[in-house]
T-cell receptor, first 113, second 114 residues
């Protein structure tokens, strides 16, 4: 079965600084890959997804992620972080036409003023 | 249009009791998913419905957990003889069943078993 590892439990960055959140997956075929954001008391919101094609995908709120098959990675990036980006971020990998999705444990982002 | 809704938002119960958690998916979404999110963890897949039938219930932890979707819309997750370890946030998601579907998540039900 597929699995996801998010190596960083908690990351702190200063507002305006760049951000990279790491995600490594394990899956035998081409995966469907996702990044979700969860703010306190809110449901999970999809930031972006990769199914096929261009390995650099653009998402909402200025986020992007790059699929690197050779590294089994799908890292999330943002060039300049805003205070409102403070939240929990989850990477997920889907299989079987995306009806079987597995989430990582999440990375909590804190933004310093 | 309304998103996925879940009721109740919070549920406190005593060990050994029976609970039901409800999910109202987005209208027209044929696929419905239940996840459980424990503190400090990512969502853990429980069960997936395609229409009225459970297409994959491999994530249900044991036979105390059961879910139904009798008319292919609203779903109810049922937990019998609750245990303290069942305390978690239970998330529901729905999607159109297509190759590039996105799962839309509800806000969750926080279950606390005392």
């Amino acid at each position: 079965a597929q699995s996801v590892t998010q190596p960083d439990i908690h990351i702190t960055v200063s507002e305006g600084a760049s951000l990279e959140l790491r995600c490594n997956y394990s899956y035998g075929a081409t995966p469907y890959l996702f990044w979700y954001v969860q703010s306190p008391g809110q449901g999970l919101q999809l930031l972006l997804k990769y199914f096929s094609g261009d390995t650099l995908v653009q998402g909402i709120k200025g986020f992007e992620a790059e699929f690197k098959r050779s590294q089994s990675s799908f890292n999330l990036r943002k060039p300049s972080v805003h205070w409102s980006d403070a939240a929990e971020y989850f990477c997920a990998v889907g299989a079987n036409n995306n009806n079987d999705m597995r989430f990582g444990a999440g990375t909590r982002l804190t933004v310093k003023p | 249009g309304a998103g996925v809704s879940q009721t109740p938002s919070n549920k406190v119960t005593e060990k050994g009791k029976y609970v039901e958690l409800r999910c109202d998916p987005i209208s027209g979404h044929t696929a419905l998913y239940w996840y459980r999110q424990s503190l400090g963890q990512g969502p853990e897949f429980l069960i997936y419905f395609q229409g009225t039938g459970a297409a994959d219930d491999s994530g249900l932890p044991n036979d105390r957990f059961f879910a139904v979707r009798p008319e292919g819309s609203v779903s109810t997750l049922k937990i019998q003889r609750t245990e303290r370890g069942d305390s978690a946030v239970y998330l529901c998601a729905s999607s159109l069943l297509s190759r590039s579907n996105e799962q839309f998540f509800g806000p969750g039900t926080r279950l606390t078993v005392l």
